[in-house]
Nanobody, 124 residues
Framework: QVQLVEFGGGLVQAGGSLRLSCEAS????????MGWFRQAPGKEREFVTS????????YYADSVKGRFTISRDNAKNTAYLQMNSLKPEDTAVYYC?????????????????WGQGTQVTVSS
């Protein structure tokens, strides 16, 4: 089992920045690929970004490329999502997720563990 807890959500004006953290406990964090997903009201959950267990590869949704950066610190059992140039359409609940099923990093169905989510609201 892995327990994931997200931190750092909040209210920010358009153009601003937020940094989300996802702290893991339980099994060895460095064995998991990590992903961030988001779900806006009335919409399906969507992929945002992911990073491999070693941190050597990252993947981004087109909507966030160039604005969001995923990273991880395996010594601290933490994954991060740096969000810059935020837009109102980035408003959603953001979830971090972990998986040992490799090869499909953008698919939420492969992720085995999920955090409870943190709200990000971007005002115009």
């Amino acid at each position: 089992q892995v327990q994931l807890v997200e931190f750092g959500g909040g209210l920010v004006q358009a153009g601003g920045s937020l940094r989300l953290s996802c702290e893991a406990s339980g099994r060895t964090f460095s064995r998991f690929d990590m992903g961030w997903f988001r779900q806006a009201p009335g919409k399906e959950r969507e992929f945002v970004t992911s990073i491999t267990f070693s941190g050597d590869r990252t993947y981004y949704a087109d909507s966030v490329k160039g604005r969001f950066t995923i990273s991880r610190d395996n010594a601290k059992n933490t994954a991060y999502l740096q969000m810059n140039s935020l837009k109102p359409e980035d408003t959603a609940v953001y979830y971090c997720a972990a998986t040992t099923i490799f090869g499909a990093p953008t698919r939420d169905s492969v992720y085995e563990y999920w955090g409870q989510g943190t709200q990000v609201t971007v005002s115009s």
